[in-house]
């Protein structure tokens, strides 16, 4: 909700209060907002918080994760890779959370979700859960990139020391999502996040990635359609990193602080590919 909407509200909650237009001053808090009427004009200013609470929600693979994150920084997390059940699993997650954390839903100050590629069901799951949140809520949608959040995931391990490989300030990293056969969801960054090539469908052969496969440096692979292929790309690092809701807490952050939101009625998952339906080569009569 912005500046407008805002002193329209708060018009309506003077007005409803028995104040008229005769009002000289007035002070309304909304959220982030603190807006003063004085002289017949709304004065916006922004509330200034210590700290912002961003719930995190990826749904993209076999894996449902949901965390709390303050300032960046997570507090809570619940995931599971107990099959395909992100439909029921998420709501849980996020009330679990809340209640052990003892945050109300209002003191959300925006949600993030993982937009994708990934699976086209888990994804159209949170993104669901994620828009209606914030629609009831009014508050922002924040969407982070899910390969952007797997190669968060692989730092944040390396630098706590889960993960050892040798030379990653050199290396390359590249996150693959699973797209069935020997096809992945991927993109190259340097170690320190930064992409190095666009977000592709890629069939990996023994000719893949060549560009930063042959200049000497690590070439590291995670993500659940990583395994797969690591019999492809024998020069390849293989480590096992794997999806979680943690690797956007920082992410999210940031993008909410440069005002990078989503609208919320038009946001549609990051696909990349077309959703395709099979029939089923079974004869039921």
């Keep these: ?156 391990d390396y630098e706590a020391g889960i993960l050892s490989v040798d030379r990653w300030e050199e290396a390359c990293l590249c996150p693959m999502v699973d797209a069935r056969r020997m096809e992945v969801y991927t993109r190259v960054f340097d170690a320190a996040g930064t992409p190095l090539s666009d977000v592709s469908a890629e069939v990996v052969t023994a000719e893949s990635f060549a560009a930063w496969r042959g200049d000497g440096r690590p070439f590291v692979i995670f993500g659940n359609g990583a395994a797969k292929c690591a019999g492809l790309l024998p020069d390849a690092t293989l480590i096992q990193v794997a999806p979680s809701a943690r690797g956007l807490a920082r992410l999210a952050q940031e993008a909410l602080d440069a005002g990078r939101t989503e609208d919320i009625a038009y946001f549609e998952p990051f696909y990349l590919k077309d959703f395709v339906v099979t029939r089923s080569k079974k004869k039921l009569f």
């Design 1 to 156: 909700m912005g500046a407008e909407a805002v002193a329209a509200l708060a018009a309506e909650k003077l007005h409803l209060l028995g104040f008229g237009h005769g009002i000289l001053c007035a002070v309304f808090k909304y959220r982030q907002y603190v807006l003063c009427f004085a002289g017949g004009v709304w004065i916006e200013k922004r509330k200034k918080k210590d700290m912002s609470l961003i719930l995190c929600i990826e749904t993209g693979t076999d894996i449902c994760s949901v965390g709390l994150a303050r300032d960046g920084e997570l507090i809570s997390l619940r995931e599971s890779d107990q099959g395909r059940d992100h439909a029921r699993q998420v709501g849980v997650f996020v009330d679990e959370l809340l209640s052990q954390t003892g945050i109300a839903p209002e003191e959300l100050d925006a949600v993030a979700v993982g937009k994708g590629p990934g699976s086209y069901t888990g994804l159209r799951i949170g993104v669901s859960f994620a828009k209606g949140l914030c629609y009831g809520l009014r508050i922002p949608l924040v969407a982070i990139g899910s390969l952007d959040a797997l190669t968060e995931v692989a730092k944040e």
